[in-house]
């Protein structure tokens, strides 16, 4: 039978209570892909930053697409057959899960979020292949050490072989105040030697008007939203060796086709941990 875990015991820790007068990132992300688990004021906020960022619904989808490239490397090429994924975000089509075990079906993913709506979705929709194995924790990336230390992350993972530490359009939401740098740092701390860290992160380094325009939005439904420059998300891979071809626009991150890639404001990389 396909296994799953961490649902329930994430489940019995927080109690799934769903604010749909806030907007919340992960649901405004889940608008711009089309989905139907959003509310008012995530359409209220996603429409505003469309407004500033009209290509914004383009730049959901190219993140998307180079997780599942990153994954499928990572899988294929790379051996990696254990990925923490950080700031999940709402089931859809193409989760890290998925993905992975389509390569190697013994491949096993832990989830991490901090929406309850994400973790209600978790439980129905993140089913792993029989020879692989996924879980959910409720945790904040802000706390590293709740997210290392979780039950349910060493009954999925095995700390001593390589993991992939997914942080995908998550870390823009860490001011420098929350120490985002020291907080990669420790999670990487905490991995042998082999695995590998895949981060996207919006830029305001193609059209820093627009991307002024989304963090003004963000900020009026109290959302800290940070745009970094590519020196700044190259620091994020200190200590690591980048894959080729490095911190680039997120899709000339190995492209599925040939030809000019438009930057859409996200910067995307992969490194891998001497």
Do not use: C
Not at 119 to 133: E, I, K, V
Not at 196 to 201: A, D, F, Q, T, Y
Request: hydrophobic share 45%.
């Amino acid at each position: 039978m396909p296994r799953s875990g961490g649902f329930e015991d994430a489940d019995a820790r927080v109690a799934i209570e769903i604010n749909t007068n806030v907007a919340h990132p992960a649901r405004v992300y889940d608008y711009w892909l089309g989905g139907k688990d959003n509310f008012p004021a995530d359409h209220a906020l996603a429409e505003a930053i469309l407004e500033a960022v009209p290509i914004m619904r383009d730049m959901a989808w190219a993140n998307r697409a180079f997780l599942g490239r990153s994954v499928r490397h990572l899988a294929h090429e790379a051996g990696i057959r254990q990925f923490l994924d950080i700031g999940t975000g709402i089931p859809t089509a193409g989760n890290t899960h998925e993905v992975a075990q389509e390569v190697a079906p013994d491949a096993r993913v832990l989830y991490v979020d901090n929406d309850p709506i994400v973790l209600a979705h978790a439980r129905a929709l993140m089913t792993s292949h029989a020879a692989g194995q996924t879980a959910f924790i409720a945790a904040d990336l802000r706390q590293p050490e709740s997210i290392l230390g979780d039950p349910a992350l060493a009954a999925t993972l095995d700390l001593g072989k390589p993991v992939a530490v997914m942080l995908v359009a998550i870390l823009m939401f860490l001011p420098d105040a929350d120490d985002p740098y020291g907080i990669v740092a420790k999670l990487l701390e905490a991995l042998p030697s082999g695995s590998h860290l895949v981060i996207s992160h919006p830029t305001a380094d193609f059209d820093a008007q627009a991307m002024g325009g989304a963090v003004a939005a963000s900020k009026r439904s109290g959302i800290s939203l940070v745009p970094r420059t590519r020196a700044e998300v190259e620091a994020f891979f200190k200590g690591l060796d980048l894959v080729e071809p490095g911190v680039v626009p997120v899709g000339a991150w190995r492209p599925d086709h040939e030809g000019r890639v438009e930057p859409l404001n996200i910067y995307a990389g992969v490194g891998r941990k001497p």
